[in-house]
């Protein structure tokens, strides 16, 4: 990824000497192998900290909502599932398509962490990990091993179906070919031929370790509303227990607020602290609208009107009939 890297730079350089932006989000390094978070950009001296990696996983879209507060034009790097969240914002109107600056980086997939302590195993210790090709090259302290990247993907990734940004200014790199996807719908369809004793006892077993750290709201694109209601103390919408009936009023209130808009990034399930799988919640949405409304793929087009956010006087349901 080093020629990425550099290119990296190089546009980001080219971009503050120009003045074409204010601030550029990219990635840097943290303090571990597997660390690579948000990095903002407004000073030359600072571009030797941007990086690209199989770690570079987090959507920068979502910072555009407080630094389009202070800054006039924002650059930023996007990857397909990023691209997808800047038209979210964009149909959303929070942000306006002049006010950013779009580098669009194809993307195989990121690393899963996890996954590669468990193939490397504890006892060695990892130093770095990059990608070559289909490899993943994990470098320890006894040397280097070699992985098949597609083994130790998130398993966000493994149902990715826009690889490549669908919108952007400029392509830093060559577009790749969409690779096969795992079936995204395959677990909900086997929740939905369980019982409904099984599916309550599925679904309260996950809510009832839920710390309502909200950090599933704060990485969401469709979670933009300017105050979100369960922050309002008049009228209070979630009580203060953390306890199942709260819980699962709290997700079950999400998953319906940001149904035909969610773009299935999978941001919620991977920051959830206690493993909670919230994709499925919103794919379960997602594969009843789909059947009910027709195929709607959120984030694809901004003009295309929301199977839930659209509606005519001559709508044969009204509702004005009782």
């Not at 320890?140 to 493994?158: F, V």
């Amino acid at each position: 990824m080093k020629p990425t890297v550099d290119k990296l730079k190089e546009i980001a350089a080219e971009t503050l000497v120009g003045k074409k932006a204010e601030l550029i989000l990219g990635w840097q390094k943290g303090s571990f192998w597997w660390q690579s978070f948000p990095a903002f950009i407004e000073k030359q001296e600072e571009l030797d900290s941007l990086t690209w990696d199989p770690f570079c996983v987090a959507n920068l879209s979502i910072y555009l909502l407080e630094e389009l507060k202070r800054k006039k034009k924002v650059a930023l790097f996007v990857k397909g599932c990023d691209a997808l969240a800047i038209n979210r914002l964009l149909q959303d109107k929070c942000i306006e398509r002049e006010q950013v600056l779009l580098y669009g980086l194809p993307c195989k997939g990121m690393a899963d962490r996890a996954k590669i302590e468990a193939a490397v195993g504890e006892e060695l210790s990892i130093r770095e990990v990059r990608r070559d090709g289909d490899e993943f090259i994990v470098l320890t302290d006894n040397g280097e091993q070699h992985l098949d990247a597609s083994n130790y993907l998130l398993d966000k990734c493994l149902s990715c179906r826009y690889p490549n940004p669908i919108v952007y200014d400029q392509l830093l790199a060559q577009e790749i070919d969409t690779f096969p996807v795992k079936e995204r719908f395959q677990s909900v369809v086997k929740l939905e031929n369980s019982t409904f004793e099984e599916r309550y006892l599925y679904w309260s077993g996950h809510f009832n370790r839920c710390l309502r750290c909200f950090a599933c709201r704060n990485v969401c694109p469709a979670c933009n509303c300017r105050e979100c209601i369960f922050d309002q103390n008049e009228p209070r919408w979630l009580g203060k227990a953390n306890i199942l009936s709260e819980n699962q009023f709290c997700h079950l209130i999400r998953a319906y607020h940001v149904a035909g808009r969610c773009i299935d990034c999978g941001e919620c399930q991977r920051v959830c602290p206690m493993d909670i799988p919230l994709q499925e919640l919103n794919r379960k949405l997602i594969k009843d609208l789909n059947e009910l409304y027709g195929d709607y793929d959120a984030g694809t087009d901004p003009e295309e009107p929301q199977p839930l956010g659209t509606f005519k006087l001559d709508d044969p349901a009204s509702f004005s009939e009782s």
